[in-house]
């Protein structure tokens, strides 16, 4: 079992910058594969980033290569996403993602645990 809280979120005008940090608690950290997707109102959670668990394989979407850059900390339990150039469709609340495996995967249905999320508003 892994709790995750997201945290990093905010407002921020479009071009800018911000970086999420999503922290997790019990054991193992170093076993899971992470992933962030988002979510606006009415659409459906959508695949931003993943990342392996030691770090090596990272996978992004098509919307966010270039921009975005997945990490993590194994010693400090924590996943990040870097967000740069950021645009008026990024706003949306981001969760981070967590399941016990070797690979990764953008399916949504894949993880099995989540965050509560952190809004990212941009601004024109």
């Known amino acids: 079992q892994v709790q995750l809280v997201e945290s990093g979120g905010g407002l921020v005008q479009a071009g800018g910058s911000l970086r999420l940090s999503c922290a997790a608690s019990?054991?193992?950290?170093?076993?899971?594969?992470l992933a962030w997707f988002r979510q606006s109102p009415g659409t459906e959670r959508e695949f931003v980033a993943a990342?392996?668990?030691?770090?090596?394989?990272?996978q992004y979407a098509d919307s966010v290569k270039g921009r975005f850059t997945v990490s993590r900390d194994n010693a400090k339990s924590t996943v990040y996403l870097q967000m740069n150039s950021l645009a008026l469709d990024d706003s949306a609340v981001y969760h981070c993602?967590?399941?016990?495996?070797?690979?990764?995967?953008?399916?949504?249905?894949?993880?099995?645990?989540w965050g509560q999320g952190t809004q990212v508003t941009v601004s024109s």
């Open positions: 993602a967590a399941r016990t495996s070797t690979v990764i995967s953008t399916n949504k249905e894949w993880y099995d645990y």
């Open positions: 019990g054991r193992a950290f170093i076993t899971y594969s």
């Open positions: 990342i392996s668990r030691g770090g090596v394989v990272t």
